[in-house]
């Protein structure tokens, strides 16, 4: 047999058998396709740090010979840690839905130039302090991103109501800067703190990450606005009656926390 058919041969039968190879390889890889996430009920719980904030405030003095107010130079919320949980459902793979409610205590101090010990006049100044005490309750929506190598990030939105309750608030009389001496230095008061239910709103990004089927760390941004209401009252004489209110506030807050899967 010549050579040429000799090598033609042995390309064919090379040519086949490397077929046969590639079609048995083909059969025996594993299916390449989407894992879909799990939907159903979980519960959460969540630590959160947040920031310090300032804010701006009003008081307003009712008295026989008239009413008169003033704008607190700034008011600041400590930073701190609070805690909270929640109850959610996951419907799809991209939507999910939850209610939560936070806890947290904060000190709270409000430095007014103007003090009303002197009439809401530049000749004295007033410095408050006290706390606040705060529930927060919302209802939550997320989009998920998809999940990579077990890392799902997010983003959502949520409505709800914030019960913000004033301890009561000690005020002190302090001289403007520069001056040694004032009229009303020395001069002291301890105010009522006022609570009331507010209305606010949320944002949130993050991403958690899948320890198990049913157990995911969360962590993320919070962002919380607060509208405004009552901070306290002082009732020094009969006819007269010194009540404040704030602004409003908003909070940053860094959250971490556990969300557990039921089904």
Not at 130 to 152: P, Q, R, S
Not at 157 to 181: F, H, K
Not at 229 to 258: C, K, N, Q, V, W
Request: glycine residues 12%.
């Amino acid at each position: 047999m010549p050579s040429s058919r000799i090598l033609l041969a042995m390309g064919a039968l090379f040519l086949s058998e490397a077929a046969q190879a590639a079609d048995i390889d083909i059969l025996d890889a594993p299916e390449i396709g989407t894992i879909a996430r799990g939907t159903g009920w979980y519960v959460r719980g969540d630590l959160a740090y947040g920031f310090d904030a300032t804010f701006g405030g009003t008081q307003e003095l009712a008295a026989p010979f008239g009413t008169v107010s003033d704008r607190f130079g700034e008011i600041r919320l400590d930073e701190g840690f609070g805690a909270g949980g929640g109850i959610g459902y996951k419907a799809t793979d991209w939507l999910r839905f939850d209610a939560t409610a936070d806890y947290w205590k904060r000190n709270v101090e409000a430095v007014n130039g103007s003090g009303w010990f002197c009439g809401f006049s530049s000749l004295c100044a007033t410095r408050d302090a006290g706390k606040i005490e705060a529930v927060e309750l919302l209802a939550n929506v997320y989009a998920d991103l998809g999940t990579v190598a077990g890392f799902t990030p997010y983003v959502g939105a949520g409505l709800g109501a914030v019960y913000v309750n004033y301890s009561d608030v000690a005020s002190t009389a302090t001289c403007p800067s520069g001056t040694s001496a004032c009229s009303a230095l020395g001069a002291a008061a301890r105010y009522i703190g006022e609570d009331s239910w507010r209305f606010a709103y949320a944002l949130s990004a993050g991403v958690s990450y899948d320890v198990t089927d049913r157990i995911a760390i969360d962590t993320g941004y919070h962002y919380l606005q607060v509208t405004d209401g009552d901070s306290y009252r002082f009732e020094p004489a009969a006819g007269t009656r010194l009540a404040s209110e704030d602004d409003g506030f908003d909070r940053h807050t860094i959250r971490a926390g556990l969300r557990f899967r039921f089904d």
